[in-house]
């Protein structure tokens, strides 16, 4: 019987769902185990890392 998602196993399955290729068997353990409210927090982390990532890019490449 799989235990408790630990933050590395939540981070994962949410890069993994960002990139469209969670298998089914993380996403029946993500949603019989896992803590919503740690999913939700990691991927509105990511989001905004990269979408800040991007903007420094953009700045980066474009001239002032």
Do not use: C, T
């Not at 290729?21 to 982390?45: C, L, W």
């Amino acid at each position: 019987m799989a235990s408790k998602p630990n933050f590395f196993s939540v981070l994962v399955s949410v890069i993994a769902a960002l990139f469209g290729v969670q298998s089914e068997q993380n996403r029946q353990r993500d949603f019989s185990k896992g803590n919503p409210k740690a999913y939700i927090a990691v991927g509105i982390v990511l989001i905004v890392l990269f979408v800040l990532s991007l903007v420094l890019i953009v700045q980066a490449v474009l001239p002032n």
